[in-house]
């Protein structure tokens, strides 16, 4: 498949990926390859963590931070250290533009993940995330805790977009200056959070929303340094989800 100025070799392309509605590794492909122009500024210059499924969204997936012997040499890399591995320089991929994109498709990225930071300040975030899940409660209610969240936010001066997760909650993304660390935004997630949640208790008849409703995911609370790979809007490995 001619992508530009490159051939992409893809395989396996009737595979059924979701049986139930006949959808095939092809359409997902074709997907991918209508929204690029959109998706890629999500994906420019961040590292990239491959979550390889091997038969589909269902199957069994594995992680690969390391560029995989299969990839193509002008995907281009870039080397970081990675703390799970003590400190030791990893090759992460970069997907730069719509070939790259396609090729990790093939290879079995349906979900995509890459840092919320760019190969050029590692350390510094350029947007922190809330993850508003449901616990026992209706979507209506994560609804209401994402509009709480976002009057908190535009209070701060700060402005804020949501999305779905792919599942049953929200993810609130919220653009910041390239000058914090993530400890410091790490802290600042948790200074939101405690200050917004008490307010999503309801009275009445409407079924609370749980504290616990709004919270941070992000950054990863096992990396003082660096954040753990955030999906980014793509499709979703669930099914019945949209």
């Not at 990675?82 to 990893?90: D, F, L, N, Q, T």
Request: charged residues 20%.
């Amino acid at each position: 498949m001619p992508v530009g100025k490159r051939q992409i070799r893809l395989t396996r392309l009737d595979q059924r990926w979701w049986p139930s509605s006949d959808i095939r590794k092809r359409d997902v492909v074709e997907y991918y390859a209508t929204i690029a122009p959109v998706l890629l500024p999500h994906l420019l210059d961040r590292p990239f963590t491959i979550k390889r499924h091997y038969n589909g969204p269902r199957s069994p997936f594995q992680w690969i931070k390391d560029a995989p012997a299969e990839m193509p040499e002008w995907i281009a890399t870039t080397p970081q250290p990675a703390k799970s591995r003590g400190g030791a320089i990893v090759r992460y991929p970069l997907v730069q533009d719509e070939a790259s994109l396609l090729w990790m498709v093939d290879f079995g990225c349906i979900d995509l993940h890459v840092w919320s930071s760019r190969k050029d300040l590692p350390a510094r975030p350029d947007y922190v995330l809330f993850d508003l899940d449901p616990h026992q409660v209706p979507f209506t209610n994560v609804v209401e805790a994402a509009h709480l969240l976002n009057a908190a936010l535009e209070a701060l001066g700060l402005r804020a977009y949501v999305k779905t997760t792919g599942g049953d909650g929200l993810h609130v993304h919220v653009p910041i200056a390239r000058r914090h660390s993530y400890d410091e935004v790490r802290q600042f997630c948790r200074v939101v959070a405690s200050a917004v949640a008490p307010r999503t208790i309801r009275v009445g008849t409407r079924q609370p929303v749980s504290p616990s409703t709004i919270r941070s995911r992000y950054p990863s609370q096992s990396d003082p340094t660096t954040g753990s790979p955030l999906a980014i809007p793509s499709t979703t490995t669930r099914p019945n989800v949209s």
